[in-house]
């Protein structure tokens, strides 16, 4: 019990350690991340890492072994205590004549069954109350307040059609930060709109998506759909108003129509027809995303496994080719507003141009926010939002930005310069 006890009391000092090992075995072993190993001659340098943490991790697993060697030796001399008494007054009883050999066998099978059964039973319950301490964090976790709306309010109201968003005086702060990462933002987004959120990095773009959604909660102000503030909806109620695409990758280890429907395929009768209806919209959605030649070259076709570690017949996508399959999720989901955070990051410029000659289609009858760092694909957008550190700063459509001469057509000018021999974009004053 006191190991146990100690080990959980110490466990925050290997933790963090065991979380960046993790890292550098998941990057090693990631077939996305291998092409950059190389490039960047990066080996040595995970070596090098994984055994300076190594090496931490050996020194708390040394303390942690001697620790529980001295609880064993505490406990063997329990039992050398327990059991030599029983086995001494045994052996002095047979010697004396006051037992016979046949009870003296007899009586030290049954004492050391009990001894055993006894210890089994110490054994047990350390156990248990191992476990316990090991989920104790995951309690903690289950006991913390969920912030949740009212519930006043129903998404089903707003799915049918494009949403109006309005942001009303809202900011966000970090945890254990000294400034706000996004500072009294008043917005409204008009129903259909197609709004670019533009600016440097850590101007606060994603954060604003993810406080749309529903992934943050303003520190001050509202966020209203439809003048409804987003308090009234339940949280998992709201989350059906988005359509969501992140930088951060999570597709699973299921079938592509599975990924892209969130459906299992299921052969029974009661939902074969159901199952099949929604495979032919993640088909649809998957061919509008650009995975339509894919698609053709797999033999299992949208029913292919992802990857080919845990499947045989599987199939690997590229990084691009997983922004495309969640872009297709996206889709499938329709809901009434779609969030594009950096979607085309991974594409070449054939597969990204082709996607913005989609993106019309994709978004209509939705309101649709779409992050990016490349200025010439906001042009197709209805309205750019140019955010710096935390505030909305410039705000029209490409070219009233251009025609503004602010740090939006600075921007603009500098990526573009690369591409005409003998310009050079200077910093605006």
Request: glycine share 6%; proline share 3%.
């Amino acid at each position: 019990k006191a190991y146990r006890n100690w080990e959980y009391s110490h466990r925050e000092h290997w933790t963090d350690i065991d979380s960046k090992l993790w890292y550098v075995q998941e990057k090693t072993a990631d077939f996305a991340a291998a092409k950059d190993i190389r490039i960047y001659g990066m080996a040595g340098w995970f070596r090098q890492i994984f055994r300076d943490f190594s090496a931490k991790r050996l020194f708390w697993e040394k303390k942690m072994i001697l620790r529980s060697f001295l609880s064993r030796i505490a406990d063997l001399f329990v039992i050398l205590l327990r059991d030599g008494a029983a086995y001494l007054l045994l052996i002095k009883m047979t010697l004396e004549g006051s037992i016979t050999v046949d009870k003296f066998v007899l009586y030290f099978s049954a004492i050391s069954m009990f001894a055993s059964f006894i210890g089994n039973i110490m054994n047990e319950w350390n156990g248990i109350r191992a476990a316990s301490l090991d989920v104790c964090d995951y309690r903690r976790y289950l006991d913390l307040e969920q912030p949740d709306g009212s519930g006043e309010a129903q998404a089903q109201d707003h799915l049918k059609t494009a949403p109006e968003i309005t942001l009303d005086h809202v900011s966000f702060r970090y945890e254990e930060s000294d400034n706000d990462t996004l500072h009294d933002i008043s917005l409204t987004i008009n129903p259909g709109e197609k709004v670019a959120l533009v600016g440097l990095n850590g101007a606060g773009k994603t954060t604003l998506v993810r406080l749309l959604c529903g992934l943050y909660l303003p520190a001050c102000g509202d966020i209203r759909i439809n003048g409804i503030s987003s308090r009234s909806f339940g949280r998992e109620d709201y989350y059906r108003l988005f359509s969501p695409v992140f930088q951060d990758i999570q597709a699973g280890f299921f079938t592509l129509a599975e990924i892209v429907s969130d459906q299992i395929r299921n052969r029974t009768d009661s939902s074969a027809i159901q199952s099949a209806a929604g495979f032919d919209r993640a088909e649809e959605c998957m061919r509008l995303a650009g995975l339509g030649e894919k698609l053709d070259t797999l033999p299992h076709g949208i029913h292919t496994h992802l990857d080919k570690q845990l499947y045989a017949d599987g199939t690997e996508l590229s990084g691009g080719e997983l922004q495309k399959l969640m872009l297709a999720r996206a889709l499938c989901k329709n809901a009434p507003v779609l969030v594009l955070d950096e979607p085309t990051a991974a594409l070449d410029p054939i597969a990204e141009n082709q996607i913005y000659l989609q993106y019309r289609n994709m978004t209509q009858g939705k309101t649709s926010l779409f992050i990016s760092h490349r200025l010439a694909s906001t042009q197709f957008c209805d309205r750019i939002l140019y955010l710096k550190d935390g505030t909305i700063t410039e705000q029209g459509t490409h070219q009233e930005l251009i025609a503004l001469g602010g740090e939006y057509a600075w921007l603009y000018e500098l990526q573009s310069c690369w591409y005409q021999p003998g310009y050079a974009a200077e910093t605006p004053q």
